[in-house]
């Protein structure tokens, strides 16, 4: 494959906007999405405008080769939606079509696995790991979430949600872990308030990328 862009070892010290990276070396290749994938402050937005020449390394270098590529920072949140339909089938046609290499940022999992062909995991300025998009599946069956809800939860109580981390402060409790379906949810949040618990917000969390990496 002919690399349309090469990262040569490149270091960032900036401060905020522009995040530290240390060292990284990435190739794009022309005909193909890649997803530049991690929480906010990997380096993601950095590494983009490095791509696009609108800021310069302390250390290292960017090489376009061809025709240049094409960069979405963060573009949508979710893959299934009109707007996500509609980009998938745009990255197809630069792809299949043109030829053109995508470099698309985002700290969602099912948005990298549903546009992308591979993806290079970001943490604070370091590449993890560089995997096909297709190794996301197996994280993205289940969905984890974080219920928090009102007060510390009496030990009577926590035996009703077994198989979840408990996090208490002086204030609330936070619930996280894997639930299987918005039917479980739902029975879960039931249960709550049935249990005479206020529930404060429910967050909806990425998976756990260690697997890919460790």
């Known amino acids: ?10 270091s960032m010290t900036g401060s905020p906007p522009v995040r530290a990276l240390h060292g990284l070396t990435l190739n794009v290749f022309a005909g193909e999405a890649l997803g530049l994938l991690g929480p906010a402050g990997a380096g993601k937005s950095t590494l983009l405008r490095l791509m696009a020449g609108a800021i310069q390394p302390d250390a290292g270098q960017v090489v376009t080769a061809g025709l240049p590529p094409v960069l979405l920072d963060e573009p949508l949140s979710d893959a ?6 509609r980009l998938r089938e745009q990255v197809a046609r630069w792809t299949r079509d043109e030829r053109r290499a995508v470099v698309l940022a985002t700290p969602h999992a099912a948005v990298a696995h549903a546009l992308c062909d591979r993806v290079a995991i970001l943490s604070e300025g370091h590449l993890l790991a560089e995997r096909p998009a297709a190794d ?58 049935d249990l005479g618990l206020t529930v404060l917000d429910v967050t909806r969390l990425e998976p756990d990328l260690t697997p890919l990496y460790r």
């Not at 494959?1 to 490149?10: D, F, G, V």
């Open 80 to 85: 299934d939606s009109p707007d996500g339909r």
């Open 1 to 10: 494959m002919t690399a349309a862009l090469q990262l040569r070892s490149l």
């Open 136 to 193: 996301l599946a197996p994280l993205l069956v289940e969905e984890r979430y974080r219920i928090r809800v009102r007060g510390r939860l009496e030990q009577h109580l926590s035996r009703w949600f077994d198989g979840f981390q408990l996090e208490q402060s002086a204030t609330d409790t936070a619930l996280t872990g894997l639930v299987p379906d918005q039917a479980a949810l739902r029975a879960m949040l039931t249960r709550a308030f």
